[in-house]
């Protein structure tokens, strides 16, 4: 193996992203210079915010340069080292790139993991990553849920989505969940134990704001948005008073060149209601403490992590779009090596 | 005066309200049984507010019945009494209506004022009453203002925006106000102090941005929201790093049907902002200390107050379309007696 396959962003998408729009090259590895060292790639995290990354606009991170790989969060094992703190064979975690191989220079953000703590590598990209973080910093922090609450999630069967309902449920909440489709809000129930679900599919905004008040007649209390569009609409017009409302994502919209927003802030005036917009990457420093409760709770069974993984560099393009088309079904995750 | 002459709704307004949608009836003066008394209103005051009530949907306060005078804050005085707390010719405050005789029941919302402590008994429609609180504490309490922070005002020529430009300056921030015309930017400038003005009036959502912008190029740490629309779209791409919006008015969707809401709240995720719905409602138990507070600044000329009194019952549509007008210049009120 002396090959890099590297999945490169070749053009930027207008709305949905085309397979013309990326491009897999090959390129020799790289060779790690005093400090760095080279990441063989096992597992590459398939997560909507790269599909921002992919726009030339202001973020929370710089657009993704043309002519580069695709940015992703990875798990992998170091290949050569040229940094006494990373040993070839090390488990390591890390941003990096959809490729086989990734040069991390010094001062990158990569960490080693010890891999025996879990069932699966993969399980530091769902349950034990950003993921499974962004799921319990953001209903617990941004969204402060009481005892008793009624808490209302969208993108519900999602990585996070699923994290958060279970999160919910642990602390005393009643909990529904909007997903697409009825197999899914199957799962939300059998598998994840939410409340009660919704399918949003083929509903007007009316229609699905009347179904949420059916299943919570007095309001939510709280809101973990992960999606945006006319399912966002629905919900606002089901606040109860002095509602928190965590938005986490907007998948609805980011294909979208026109951005839908929200519609019916009216009612978060109306409700006196709070809207955080919410990064995990704000909770670096306290990354320990939510992995330490969030492994506890996944290695007693109270916390179950559903992953997708689908195989070869090859077809992350047809991967990467399942995010938006809703077929995966857990935490979406490429396999680039065994 | 044995009449009492009564501004009526007669329909519920579809978007603009038309005059027709009201009827000046004359009724007999009523009579107060024991624990009650009337008040005669000699000011009310004009709120953007009012325009919801008129609509028959779920807001904070029921709906106007259609039939009943449009609900208003009064000042005026114990015109007969059956209260031995109120004697004829106490000044009060109270929630009553657009009508020159007011029959207050035990339990409903009406005060005693002491008008010996401002120059006019309309003060306490405009700065020492929900409109000055509403800057008080909207933007001390619910946006958080630290000295040196750019804070952006919407609406910031009228009764609440220029209150809150003046705290804020009160409290060492740099303010920006976003207010349409010329004459109202002027105004901002020579009048409240604050430190930079702009017309919204003509202008594309990016057209604004861009101005926004130039006068605040770090990013604004407060927005205090009065208008919405296309405004606040403007505003939404101008936010720093962990802004606070207080949402206190929308006064551009008020008389429309269809809900603008705000296009950009993809920004609030980036910045991880936080948008708080912002009531005074919820702030009647510290009405004593704001009402010190305003008092204070007031007296000793460091706020600016300003107040736009139209006479005339029989002009209370005019009066009131001048809200979406932006015609007034400062506190509108109507004059309903000497």
Redesign the interface.
């Known amino acids: 193996m002396t090959d890099n396959r590297r999945f490169i962003l070749v053009h930027r998408p207008h709305g949905t992203p085309v397979s013309d729009d990326f491009s897999l090259v090959t390129e020799p590895i790289p060779m790690p210079a005093a400090g760095s060292f080279v990441v063989r790639n096992h597992y590459a995290s398939l997560d909507p915010a790269q599909r921002g990354w992919m726009d030339d606009v ?3 991170m710089p657009p993704i340069p043309l002519g580069d790989p695709v940015r992703a969060t990875t798990v992998g094992r170091v290949h050569t080292s040229a940094n006494p703190d990373f040993k070839i064979g090390d488990w390591v975690l890390g941003l990096n790139a959809i490729e086989e191989y990734s040069l991390v220079a010094p001062g990158g953000f990569t960490q080693k993991i010890d891999v025996s703590l879990v069932p699966s590598p993969t399980n530091f990209l769902s349950g034990m990553g950003a993921v499974g973080l962004t799921g319990y910093f953001g209903l617990l922090d941004a969204g402060q849920p009481m005892e008793g609450d009624t808490v209302l999630v969208s993108g519900a069967a999602g990585a996070v989505g699923s994290v958060v309902g279970q999160i919910a449920k642990i602390k005393g909440c009643r909990v529904i969940g909007i997903a697409g489709g009825e197999e899914k809000c199957r799962r939300l129930i059998a598998d994840y134990g939410f409340d009660a679900a919704i399918d949003y599919k083929g509903k007007s905004v009316d229609a699905l704001a009347r179904e949420i008040h059916r299943a919570a007649p007095e309001g939510v209390n709280v809101i973990f948005e992960n999606v ?1 569009g006319d399912v966002f ?1 629905a919900e606002l017009l089901n606040l109860a008073m002095h509602a928190r409302i965590v ?4 998948i609805a ?1 980011y294909n979208s060149p026109e ?8 009612n ?12 995990i990457a ?1 909770y670096v420093d306290r990354f320990a403490e939510g992995g330490v409760q969030m492994a506890q709770w996944f290695g007693t069974g109270k916390l179950r992590i559903d992953e997708h993984i689908e195989p070869g560099i090859e077809n992350a393009y047809d991967a990467f779009m399942m995010l938006f088309s809703g077929k995966n079904e857990g935490k979406l995750i490429l396999q680039i090596a065994e």
Not at 259 to 266: E, L, Q, S, T, Y
Not at 268 to 276: D, P
């Open positions: 202001p973020s929370y945006g609409d938005l986490c994502g907007l919209e951005k839908h927003g929200a519609r019916n802030i009216w978060i005036l109306v409700k006196r209601a709070t809207l955080r917009g919410f990064l704000d």
